[in-house]
Structure formats: C-alpha cells, structure tokens
C-alpha cells in the first residue's frame, strides 16, 4: 500500500539541522485517519482505500454520511478522500491509518495534494498582471479595463467569437495544486505532525493529501 495520510496545514515555522542551518518548514496535522472503506479489483476493478479525516457533529451531517461512517464503526468525517493503489492492500474498513507508516517505511519525500487559496471574483490585472490603460491621454474610468477584446476574432472557420482561453476577468485562486518531492524532516507520533521542507498548497487550516513521492524514494538525510 503506498503511504497516504490525509491532514490540515497548520502554519509555517522553522527547524534547525545537525549542521545549525535553518529549514523552512511546514507544519501540518496528519491522521489520525478511518479507513472508511476498502475497494478491490474483484468488486470494483480497481485497489484502492478511502480514508477520513477531521470528526464532524453528526448533527451537521447528512444521513447517508451517517450510515456510510457507522460500517466503519466510526463518526462522519469532514475531509474524505479515496487514494488509489497499484496492488491489493491488507488493511480493513474501520483500521486506523497515522504518521507512523511513514516513519516505519522510512519515507524522506513526499508529495502533497492541496487546494490553492482563492480570491474570488478578480480583473485582468490582479488576475493576468495586464498593464492597465494610460493614466491621461483621455482615459476615463477604464485604466484598469482589459481594452479590446475582439482583436483576432475573425478567424476563417470558427465563426466570429471570442476564442478559448482568452485572458479575460473571471474567478481566481482555488484550483488543485500538487507540491512534488518535498523533503519529511520531521514526524511527530504522539502530536501527529508533519514537519515538511517548503511551502505547500492551501491557506492555513485548509486540508491536504500527503502521500510517499512517486518520483523521489530515497531517504532524507537531515
């Protein structure tokens, strides 16, 4: 089974190494995580596991969500995700999945799955750093407008439109980020943290996805 924990980012510190360098870090609460349900290629034509994060009052849950986490013979989950496998795992519905799997595999990179801050609605310029328009010359409550926006829009057989992609005013921020081969300098068992080199995905408080790093799989050397 690869090595997967569900977590929520905490905040950013910094640690010191043997040599006295200091490491930005980033702090993130992993686990404990339920395994609320088990796939397998038998049933469902593909391993996998799907874990839970994060209790949330029964009360704010939907009932299905409800029956769902009662096979489990644990509470509804907040953050809920399903980590797909290459091989048949020996986990079972209602195990519990901590920091420690990465500690006992001794895994020093991992990759971290995470949704990126949003800002809403935003213009051209916040959004795609545009220029604006002159600031005299005639201007008029437009220096931060996109100016024209059918220039090349005539193209022979695909009609007089706007074209996909366009750069124009729209939502930002909020988009599935994945942070690669970032180095594990420290777990913590008893606190269940995560001590991650770098930034990662996400405002603080946001959840994330670390799991063992598909690329890099030699061990960290503090």
Known sequence: MIAAVLGKKV??????????????????????????????????RYDGVQLGFDEVKASRSKLPAIGHARKANTT???????????????????DIVTVEQFE?????YVDVIGMTRGFGFQGVMKRHHFGGQPGSHGTERKHRSPGGIGAMAGD????RSIKKGKKMAGHMGADRRTARNQRLIQIDKDKNLLAIEGAIPGPR???VVIRESKTKKSKAKA
């Open 11 to 44: 905040g950013m510190t910094r640690l010191f190494d043997p040599k006295g360098a200091s490491v930005s870090v980033t702090l993130v609460e992993a686990g404990p995580c339920t395994v609320l349900a088990v796939r397998s290629k038998d049933v469902h």
């Open 76 to 94: 509804p989950k907040r953050f809920i995700r399903e980590i797909r496998l290459t091989e048949p795992t020996d986990v079972k519905q209602g």
């Open 104 to 108: 006992t595999r001794g895994i020093g």
């Open 156 to 159: 022979r057989g695909r009609g």
């Open 205 to 207: 408080g946001g959840y």
